[in-house]
């Protein structure tokens, strides 16, 4: 029989429920009088006109009310507190009507509330009885179906794990079966019906209930305490998924649907600082700005953060055709009241981009144009130093001719004591902003920062994409070499100390970002693998799932990087930057070099970039003979 019911047509299921209130309400008006007349008879039955009334009055509230609308597999406590409050509503009708008719006069008051009470245990009750026989009892419900879900453990007990909890119960694809939680108060108790245990035996409750994967439900914790989370986790054989942070969550409700892949800033992050909200607008708001490499990783999330910002007309300028468009539909998309101008342009074309400066009348530059792919350009040096320091200069030379107030160099921290090409074509190119700086002072408006950092998460050429790929694929992993570190910083982070360190101090300052404690990145790979309830295969386990493979440096490549130059270094207003004071070649002899290096360019002179890079880069040590793959390959 109950199988027929619970195929019904949501109508007749509602039609069935309306029935069964109607024989309720009656039954549990007389049941009233009964117990307070202390008699099955009621008083023979002499208020029989009541009960036909209680339904009459009751049914169109319940029905205004939405008590017919809620599903009862997926009834919870908002429902039958709707019920309550329905109830409540009808019997208060229910008494003035029978005031109004004359039926007062023969019922005691104590009716009244002896019939809500039963009203509410039987009509609310009925529905709650429903719903655990639908989802414990009958063998084609919803917990059969849970069955096949999987087991996963929540880590956090409070107000997030509790609706994650909730919300997994009605999910096909998950069942919670235990909480872990290191606050002690709330370790051995029962919350939902799910007990909370200490982490300390998150290792035993794994094996105990087979678990494969634990959810994160601390979105309010700090990004310190999340890592700390995440690193004893990782050495656990399950995959480990999150709730994001309390303010990516809609209205602060959790749903299943917010469960996704730890964000990797929670394995290298740090506290993000507030950020100066002065400094963020000082070269911004109300201005007209420019971004040149606008479609890159660093270049896109510039224009993102400066739109925020309120500029006048925002200039995206970017020579990928397809980054460009990328960048102008996703801005524009967002409806702010902004002009976009989107130019196809190369940094190299001095003369286009100081059209493009003085018809926009641009009052702020930031220059994140640059080919940063190092084994790329040490293979390609001379695209490569074309494009990052004739490139720059350009940009400088058309800046000053445009009367450009600010202008932002974004560098990188592989400018300091390079190995390689990007990196020595990055700082000469800090070089020459230095001495235009210096050639320029008191004759200028214009103010040229520099702003150096390391690796930003999710770049492109960044580790992190290239090994969630890996381990997509099955493996192996492959690390450069076993002791190399990194420095990591957030896109958004990065991007939000660059417009606030470009507000700072004179003309040729360079500046510096914190970017906390370097990252090893064999640790990194062996975390990643772990996360996703892999294991690493390696001697001391060779039954492990994926191999991490060392294929030694790449051309160019550095064990350790670096931030600064020497030890010169002052802090500034804002805790995370820093400016440092470093060596510097006046004009007059650097405008020399620029035009030897341009010759050498142009006639594809190998050893002689080499020896100009050697003599003018502070540090230059490139590990393998300068070369350019296009020449190198060449057949006799």
Not at 78 to 83: N, R
Not at 585 to 603: F, G, V
Not at 617 to 635: F, M, N
Request: hydrophobic share 45%; charged share 20%.
């Amino acid at each position: 029989m109950l199988p027929s019911i619970l195929n019904l047509s949501r109508n007749k299921k509602r039609t069935l429920f309306v029935v069964f209130d109607i024989v309720a309400l009656i039954m549990c008006c007389w049941l009233s009088f009964a117990l307070r007349y202390e008699d099955w008879g009621a008083n023979n039955f002499a208020h029989w006109p009541s009960y036909l009334l209680a339904p009459i009055v009751s049914i169109p509230i319940f029905v205004r009310l939405g008590l017919y609308r809620a599903v009862i597999r997926y009834i919870g406590y908002k429902a039958l507190w709707t019920a309550v409050k329905a109830i409540t509503l009808a019997l208060l009708v229910w008494a003035v009507a029978t005031y109004i008719l004359g039926l007062s006069v023969t019922v005691p008051r104590s009716v009244i509330f002896i019939f809500w009470f039963i009203s509410i245990v039987v009509v609310g009750g009925a529905r709650m009885v429903a719903r655990w026989v639908i989802l414990h009892q009958f063998p084609g419900g919803e917990q059969k179906a849970k069955s096949d879900s999987e087991r996963v453990i929540i880590y956090g007990a409070g107000a997030s794990g509790r609706q994650l909890a909730e919300a997994l119960y009605h999910s096909k694809e998950f069942i919670a079966v235990a909480y872990v939680d290191d606050n002690s108060k709330l370790q051995g108790l029962d919350v939902n019906g799910i007990c909370v245990y200490s982490p300390d035996e998150i290792d035993l409750l794994v094996e105990k209930y087979d678990v494969k994967t634990v959810l994160l439900a601390i979105p309010s914790a700090s990004r310190q305490r999340r890592r700390d989370v995440v690193d004893k986790l990782s050495v656990i054989a399950v995959k480990v998924l999150t709730l994001p942070g309390l303010t990516d969550l809609a209205g602060g409700k959790v749903s299943v649907s917010d469960v996704r892949e730890v964000d990797i800033a929670d394995l290298l992050g740090r506290e993000e600082v507030r950020p100066n909200q002065e400094l963020l607008d000082a070269c911004i708001q109300g201005k007209n700005v420019l971004v040149t490499g606008a479609g890159g990783s660093i270049g896109s999330e510039l224009c993102r953060q400066v739109l925020k910002q309120g500029p006048s007309v925002l200039v995206l300028y970017e020579m990928s055709e397809f980054a460009l468009y990328s960048i102008d539909k996703e801005l524009s998309s967002l409806g702010l009241d902004v002009e976009i101008i989107s130019i196809l342009g190369n940094v190299l074309d001095g003369q286009h981009l100081a059209m493009v400066l003085r018809e926009y009348n641009v009052n702020t530059i930031y220059h994140a144009a640059a080919y940063k792919h190092v084994p790329l350009v040490e293979n390609n040096n001379v695209a490569g130093i074309r494009n990052n320091l004739i490139g720059t200069w350009r940009t400088a030379e058309a800046a000053l001719a445009s009367k450009v107030n600010n202008f932002v160099l974004i560098s990188t921290d592989k400018a300091v004591r390079p190995t390689n090409v990007m990196g020595a074509s990055k700082r000469f190119s800090e070089l020459v902003l230095q001495a235009i700086s210096d050639r320029e002072r008191g004759s200028s408006s214009t103010r040229f920062t520099m702003v150096r950092f390391g690796n930003v998460l999710g770049s492109s050429g960044s580790v992190i994409p290239l090994f969630k790929e890996q381990i997509k694929q099955g493996g192996p992993v492959t690390v450069t070499h076993r002791d190399i570190t990194r420095y990591f910083m957030t896109i958004p982070e990065a991007a939000s100390l660059v417009i606030q360190a470009g507000s700072m101090g004179a003309t040729g300052d360079v500046y510096v970002l914190d970017m906390g404690e370097p990252v090893k990145i064999e640790n990194l790979a062996k975390q990643m693998i772990n996360l996703t309830g892999l294991s690493v295969k390696d001697a001391d386990n060779p039954n492990g799932d994926i191999e991490i493979q060392y294929t030694g440096l790449r051309d160019g490549e550095k064990l350790y990087e670096e931030l600064l130059i020497g030890d010169n270094v002052l802090s500034t207003d804002h805790p995370m930057i820093m400016r440092a004071q470093e060596e510097m070649i006046e004009w007059n002899k650097l405008s020399i070099i620029l035009a030897q290096l341009q010759q050498a360019l142009d006639r594809y002179d190998h050893q002689e970039i080499k020896n100009i890079l050697l003599d003018n880069v502070s540090g230059y040590s490139p590990q393998h003979g300068i070369k350019d793959i296009l020449y190198s390959q060449r057949t006799p």
